[in-house]
């Protein structure tokens, strides 16, 4: 293969950004299955989805780097400052063409998905809100350290007149304004609960818990720990169908094996499983829960954990416990019981059997 | 990521509702006056961007050898006074004398991705949005149809899928190799997610036994291509002379991606093509009985006049369309771009949307 341009050159060849997203992708399967912070990576990997940015948009994959970086870096904050970064961050503005948001030409593409899917929701704001908001964040350009800046010449420093509010908005100042909105916490509780518990629980439920979350100021430690406290009620446990990348992750980690040809593999099956690392299919992020139902990702799934456990030199290198403890699974197997004596056939029963899908 | 024009998405569902809902009396009314089974409607995905402008060819346009200075083609079989076909697709002149193969001309979206992914949902889906259920599995939810649609593909197809009818995956190892054990659907107890995934499983597990145990072998003599497109042919072949075949076949074939060394790259696909439809004609005329077919052959885009600095093409808008067997709209549908009239980036400008491709099929 040819050298590659040096990264930060447009339109570098789709070989080159391959090469760079496969290994971060590898290494990112290693953090999730293997890491010492696995727990704030998972939760990095579920804003991922909310705030979803595909390699294919984007000719530096260290712009992903960076996100992943920043999302970790507010997880101990709150849902305001965590998306008044979001709004600064050079991938999601790539991805939402926020870069050609210009004062005399506004892209309102953000702006909508701004009010849509990260703060109100639908039906929580009119058209003039949406083209309001893209003029408060026009501006943001790239600059050579690759950061985002906001450009006073192609910036409206004009007042805009946003759900009500007449300001000179900005993207800080919008942020903080669109996070006091009771709208916006119930849509975040809401698009969480199915990733993070599974079936959304009927009557006020979800209203009380985001209202709850407002008085916490939209911590987000408080709400992920709520969030996680349903999840692991007797109620809730093992009836949410994981995402596959979380599954191949507890897979990794429960073979223990740490040849290459492992996250070679999971990486390869994740695609057809539906969740390639980093390529979300649209602004939506990827499938939750129940939307994974589909016979071919279902397939894809067992299949990928098959080629995972065939591989040799990966059965070779395996740390797995002695046996595969009652527990092992959220839900009890439907094909065998547990405990059972770890053995190459016995990780084939756990991996082949539906419960394993299951958190 | 720009895919939410809902207004413009519910209008063309509406459109698309209403152009499938001829091919399903049809269909219903075949089924009922003949006893036969249905059409077969059989899609192959040519995957990465084929070059239509090397494909059928408008070699006597200037404008067309100039921009084309290392890859211009001047010599083939001829279509008609203006357009030949790239010479590698000779195996198919006489399929196309026997007006059994037809081109739809200037086939892209008005306004074109170069993505291959969004193209590539645009196209599934028939829509611009690139959401929403796929385009056959919609046809045959709005039959009532419960399917199955079956890929042949390695990868799949999200033009199947989506839908209530059943897609199921066919490829070697489901077919030769043992089934995963049956989990009975009673047992997910109350779980009604674990229900609704065994369900589906034992669904396509059943289908999957149906349709093995109704394959009889391929036609003898069929010279396909040992690869790639060869065993998807034959395995289409079974499923279409089994007495039990399914409403939707998907096939696929990669390589189109042409942006460098096009000249021998492109050559070669078409080749494996063009061996692989040769076969798949004489198998169809093997077949006794057999169910009618159309298969469509489509691109997620076209390429650009101008070729590039690699002796390859890159990404552009319109492209061609291949239809063979039976009822097909022989010689062509629409017309071919304009090569002077070209967009800003230089790229042919379509005009036939996609939508509008289905909706012909889905008449015939």
């Known amino acids: ?359 | 990521m720009k895919r939410r024009q809902f207004l413009q998405r519910s209008a063309e569902a509406l459109a698309a509702s209403l152009a499938v809902s001829a091919w399903v009396e049809q269909l219903q009314h075949g089924a009922r006056a003949g006893g036969q089974p249905g059409r077969v409607l059989v899609l192959l995905e040519l995957r990465g961007g084929n070059d239509g402008l090397n494909t059928v060819i408008p070699f006597r346009d200037p404008r067309y050898q100039q921009a084309r200075p290392s890859l211009a083609i001047d010599d083939g079989p001829a279509l008609d006074a203006d357009l030949i076909l790239h010479p590698a697709l000779a195996p198919l002149l006489p399929i196309w004398k026997a007006r059994r193969l037809a081109f739809a001309l200037g086939v892209g979206w008005e306004q074109p991705t170069r993505s291959h992914f969004k193209a590539i949902d645009q196209w599934a889906t028939g829509t611009t949005s690139g959401s929403g259920p796929g385009w056959l599995a919609a046809a045959l939810d709005r039959r009532g149809s419960r399917g199955p649609l079956v890929a042949l593909g390695p990868t799949g197809s999200a033009a199947l899928e989506g839908g209530r009818a059943l897609a199921i995956q066919m490829a070697p190892a489901q077919l030769q190799g043992r089934l995963p054990a049956r989990v009975d659907p009673a047992q997910a107890g109350n779980h009604a997610l674990l229900r609704r995934m065994l369900a589906l499983e034992a669904n396509g597990r059943r289908e999957l036994l149906r349709l093995r145990q109704a394959l009889r072998p391929p036609p003898e003599g069929l010279q396909l291509p040992r690869g790639g497109l060869g065993p998807q042919v034959a395995l289409a072949l079974q499923l279409i002379g089994s007495g039990a075949a399914p409403p939707v076949i998907q096939m696929a074939q990669g390589g189109y991606d042409t942006h460098a060394g096009q000249g021998s790259r492109h050559g070669k696909v078409l080749a494996e093509l063009a061996s692989a439809l040769a076969g798949f004609e004489r198998g169809l005329k093997l077949l006794p009985g057999r169910p009618e077919v159309c298969l469509l052959a489509t691109s997620e885009f076209g390429r650009r006049l101008r070729e590039n600095e690699s002796n390859g093409t890159d990404h552009g808008s319109a492209s061609i369309a291949l239809l063979l067997g039976d009822g097909v709209p022989h010689p062509f549908l629409g017309t071919y771009p304009d090569l002077e009239r070209l967009d800003g980036r230089g790229d042919l400008i379509a005009g036939l949307a996609p939508q509008k491709l289905y909706e012909k099929l889905l008449h015939l």
């Open chain 1, 1 to 359: 293969m040819s050298v590659c341009p040096p990264i930060g050159t447009p339109k570098r060849p789709v070989a080159c950004r391959l090469r760079e997203v496969q290994e971060l992708q590898a290494h990112w399967l290693e953090r999730l299955a293997f890491g010492q912070g696995r727990a704030d990576d998972e939760l990095v990997q579920l804003w991922l989805g909310l705030f979803p940015v595909s390699w294919r948009q984007l000719s530096d994959m260290r712009l992903l780097e960076a996100q992943i970086a920043t999302i970790r870096a507010h997880l101990q904050g709150s849902y305001s400052d965590l998306l008044q970064a979001m709004i600064q961050d050079t991938a999601l503005q790539i991805s939402l063409n926020g870069l050609g948001n210009r004062r005399r030409n506004p892209n309102e593409n953000f702006a909508r998905e701004l009010l849509e899917l990260f703060t109100l929701g639908e039906g929580h704001f009119r058209e003039r809100d949406v083209s309001e908001t893209a003029r408060a964040l026009t501006g943001f350009r790239r600059g050579a350290d690759g950061r985002l800046f906001v450009d006073p010449r192609q910036h409206d420093a004009g007042l805009k007149t946003i759900l009500g509010r007449r300001e000179p908005f900005e993207g800080a100042s919008l942020a903080a304004w669109l996070c006091q909105q009771q709208a916006t916490a119930l849509n975040l509780v809401r698009r969480l609960w199915p990733r993070m518990v599974g079936v959304a629980p009927t009557g006020g439920q979800l209203e009380a818990l985001a209202g709850r979350w407002r008085q916490q100021g939209l911590a987000l430690p408080w709400l992920m720990q709520a969030l996680r406290r349903s999840a692991t009620a007797p109620a809730n446990r093992g009836q949410r169908l994981e995402d596959p990348i979380l599954m191949m992750a507890r897979s990794l980690r429960l073979l223990g094996s740490r040849h290459p040809d492992a996250l070679l593999i999971a990486r390869q099956h994740l695609g057809r499983m539906g969740q390639e690392p980093f390529d979300p299919p649209s602004v939506k992020g990827w499938p939750v829960n129940g939307e994974w139902i589909n016979l071919r990702w279902q397939q894809a799934r067992v299949r990928g954990l098959q080629a995972l456990l065939s591989d040799e030199e990966v059965w070779a290198s395996r740390r797995t416990p002695g046996t595969l403890v009652v527990g092992v699974t959220a839900i009890p197997p439907l094909t065998f019981t547990l405990p059972l004596a770890v053995s190459r056939e016995a990780m084939g029963l756990l991996f082949t059997d539906p419960a394993w899908q299951f958190a």
